[in-house]
């Protein structure tokens, strides 16, 4: 066996131990009572069946839609402190506001182009699934982008350790910080469109859903090398990443499915994916588990107080 030989097996060794590790920390995070009520807002039990129930190819945009709400609301404010117009928001379903939301000071210009890019592109889904679904597009449900110790920002930070009882997470407060509160969605995103690709029917709307998830894995890959290539100077920036993944992965469920940023033996992990080289997905449920920040079946909290809107509102029971 030559040195590269080894350094492979090395490299898959570290890998594995790696991955045992992140399931031991998952055990272990699960068993701890109460996580889900120190992040749980105001929200509703919806029965159990409600997800068993057979969905159209309008009920997967809509949801992918209330998903996309979010993301351009947040990326807007923070590139130029103005939200979405209201023309963009209004269809059926509850039509609610935008807590929080400001432009960030950026510091470094290069972020705050990714973030105007970013911005664009997710105002640019808004408007293209509203087209598509025409008549029958949700409104934007209520979402919560602020900074006070109660917002969802500061319950995520929390969960993940990088913020204490009664401190707040600020997305807008620096560049760095608000890779982080980035970091929080993107992921998610690209697991969210992999994960209801199956469910669409229509080959139209499943090619579009697919140029969709690629534009947000080049998104997700953006925060993540930033975040990467920022954290060889500041390892707190990889560690803190790190440890909103294992938050994430806390709140979907049993499965390793997500992935930090900090290097695998002498490789980058800017791809995270499964040993097959696969991109992994997220059911509808789990999504809405990290999105309403909790890990029961529920029908609303944390980024979406009220829940989303559409027939696809309940997160998993984990």
């Known amino acids: 066996m030559n040195e590269d030989e080894d350094r492979t097996i090395d490299r898959l060794r570290e890998h594995g131990e790696r991955r045992q590790q992140r399931r031991e920390f998952f055990r272990a995070i699960a068993a701890v009572a109460g996580v889900a009520g120190s992040m749980q807002m105001a929200m509703t039990i919806a029965p159990a069946h409600a997800q068993a129930t057979a969905v159209s190819d309008a009920d997967v945009l809509n949801f992918a839609l209330n998903l996309e709400y979010l993301e351009a609301q947040f990326y807007a404010y923070a590139a130029s402190g103005v939200g979405l117009s209201n023309s963009d928001l209004s269809g059926s379903g509850s039509q609610g506001a935008v807590s929080g939301g400001r ?27 509203r087209a598509q679904l025409g008549n029958s597009a949700v409104a934007q449900p209520a979402i919560d982008i602020g900074v006070g110790p109660n917002s969802a920002f500061s319950a995520a930070a929390r969960a993940a350790g990088l913020i204490g009882a009664g401190e707040t997470f600020d997305p807008y407060a620096s560049d760095e910080n608000f890779l982080l509160g980035a970091f929080i969605f993107e992921d998610v995103g690209v697991t969210a469109y992999k994960g209801a690709a199956p469910l669409i029917t229509n080959e139209t ?9 690629a534009a947000e894995a080049y998104h997700a890959a953006i925060v993540r090398t930033t975040l990467y290539g920022k ?88």
Request: aromatic share 6%; net charge negative; hydrophobic share 40%.
């Open 205 to 213: 709307y499943l090619e579009a859903a697919a140029g969709i998830l």
């Open 103 to 129: 432009q960030v000071n950026f510091s470094d210009q290069i972020v705050a182009q990714y973030a105007r890019e970013i911005a664009a592109d997710e105002l640019a889904h808004v408007k293209f699934l």
């Open 231 to 318: 954290g060889i100077d500041t390892p707190a920036l990889r560690s803190s990443a790190d440890k909103i993944s294992d938050a994430r992965d806390s709140l979907d469920g049993a499965s390793d499915l997500d992935q930090g940023i900090s290097p695998i033996g002498s490789a980058s992990n800017i791809v995270p994916l499964d040993d097959n080289g696969i991109a992994y997905s997220r059911s509808t449920g789990q999504v809405l588990n990290i999105v309403y920040l909790n890990n029961a079946a529920v029908s609303g909290g944390g980024f979406f107080p009220s829940g989303v809107n559409g027939s696809i509102r309940t997160s998993a029971a984990n």
